[in-house]
């Protein structure tokens, strides 16, 4: 596509919409972007940004070719509505950055699933490198995809954590090796149904063909049980059997074979912990094993692996409490996977932004791991009305109480968990932001 004069609207001046301005602004194209928020709300703003309107989205944007939408927009406003009336195209940034890709020799490895993508991402792409490879990181984590010079570096490797919302607003986009995580109920503010958020997560394998490969979890009861993803050679992979011949668990032994050549380590001795790490590290493995490399290579990989700030992230040990920081678990199976990951009791700091979650799953473990919950936020209600007979609950104004309430409730032994199950909007700007907070209360309390 030439895009050189190419009028494109920019729908959110987030994190990936800024990403997508300054590529537009680059390759010649003539952004025009409009931002909800107002003027004011922002500090300064790049030079190029001379075509923008604040505070609403007005019929400007379509006046344009191609509109280009951030994950926060929803699909359904009215703006975009009109937009479909007129057949003007409506892409996420992911989207507009695969158009951009030229070298058509370049893996495309795209990773979706409720829980366990961001590790899953950063450790494909750790073992990618560690093993000499070109590989980018990039998507739903870290830096947008049109963040980087794809369309004049030749990489050999493009390594994506994808989210349903930039899912939602694809037309070409297809990645050479799909990998299905997980799909659990997530995001039901932003959807009507469980339904459509899954038809969101399998749309990472709609334009695969049979050249491609989806990599699917079989342990998952909504992906062994749904059959249309696609075009794409299905390869399964699981910790409870032997699901393919390229990698597996068993004995608490992850096993790698490639060309006869097999080689194996401990779980304990990767550097993530819980049975969902063991499951994360071998479709991380299999990946990397699609990719011609050495098991005995992938395996030392794994273990140089230390896992993501964030997400179930040690921060201090303080007169015997151990402070665990998981700020990126915004949904209750990950609050799940925190739980079952600790063989102590836990003071829990739960509550945050409402995304319509049934904590309900979670009475059994709260009630057999946790000795208080302490609770804050927009959801704390909710929170203390679903446990109320199972556990003590400590309702708090902001996260600063919470850590000083749960220290102070805790005894010698315990572990002291944010895993908040919930969004960090109500509050922070995302679940960095909330998790670094919290470590910064902590590090308040060793001083």
């Known amino acids: 596509m030439n895009w050189k004069g190419k009028k494109v609207a920019v729908i959110g001046l987030a994190r990936s919409g800024l990403a997508a301005v300054q590529k537009l602004h680059d390759i010649g194209a003539e952004p025009f972007v409009s931002e909800m928020r107002l003027r004011n709300e922002f500090k300064a703003l790049p030079l190029y940004l001379n075509n923008i309107e604040f505070g609403g ?16 927009v929803p699909l359904s406003i009215p703006i975009l509505q009109k937009a479909r009336q007129k057949k003007i195209p409506i892409w ?29 991402t950063s450790l494909i792409h750790h073992i990618l490198r560690r093993n000499g490879k070109k590989a980018i990181l990039a998507g739903n984590i870290g830096l ?7 369309e004049k570096e030749k990489y050999e490797y493009i390594v994506l954590e994808v989210s349903s919302f930039q899912l939602d607003a694809i037309d070409k986009f297809k990645p050479n090796i799909a990998v299905l995580l997980n799909i659990t109920p997530d995001h039901l503010d932003r959807y009507d149904t469980f339904a459509s958020y899954k038809k969101s997560k ?36 699981s910790v409870h059997e032997k699901a393919n011949e390229c990698v597996w668990f068993n004995n608490d032994k992850i096993f790698i074979q490639s060309d006869s050549l097999t080689s194996f380590l401990n779980s304990n001795q990767l550097q993530i912990q819980g049975l969902h790490n063991v499951s994360n590290a071998i479709a991380s493995a299999l990946v990397c094993v699609l990719c011609k490399l050495h098991p005995y290579e992938i395996c030392m990989a794994l273990q140089s692996f230390k896992g993501l700030e964030h997400r179930l992230e040690w921060v201090a040990e303080i007169n015997n409490r151990i ?23 836990i003071q829990l700091i739960m509550g945050g932004y409402d ?57 010698p032994g315990e572990y002291i968990l944010l895993s908040p199950g919930c969004a960090s909007y109500d509050m922070y700007n995302n679940f960095e932001e909330r998790g670094a907070h919290f470590k910064k209360l902590v590090r308040g309390i060793q001083e």
């Open 144 to 150: 947008p995809l049109s963040s980087f010079p794809i």
């Open 323 to 345: 402070f665990i920081n998981d700020s990126k678990a915004t949904n209750c199976v990950a609050v799940e996977r925190a739980l079952t990951s600790f063989d102590k009791p």
């Open 57 to 72: 989205h007005s019929e400007e944007i379509l006046k344009n070719e191609i509109i280009i939408v951030s994950p926060g």
């Open 202 to 237: 399998l749309q990472i394998g709609k334009n695969q063909t049979f050249s491609d490969i989806v990599v699917l979890n079989y342990d998952d009861d909504e992906l062994r049980r749904t059959n249309n993803i696609g075009s794409a050679k299905k390869i399964l992979y």
């Open 92 to 120: 996420s940034e992911l989207e507009f950055s695969f158009q951009l890709i030229k070298n058509t020799f370049t893996t495309i490895i795209a990773i979706t699933g409720s829980n366990g993508k961001s590790t899953t």
């Open 355 to 411: 995304k319509n979650e049934d904590f309900s799953s979670l009475i059994l473990l709260i009630k057999r791991n946790v000795m208080n919950l302490i609770v804050f936020g927009e959801t704390k209600d909710q929170i203390i009305h679903t446990f109320q007979g199972c556990v003590s609950s400590i309702e708090v104004k902001d996260l600063q109480e919470a850590v000083q309430v749960a220290y102070k409730a805790s005894s």
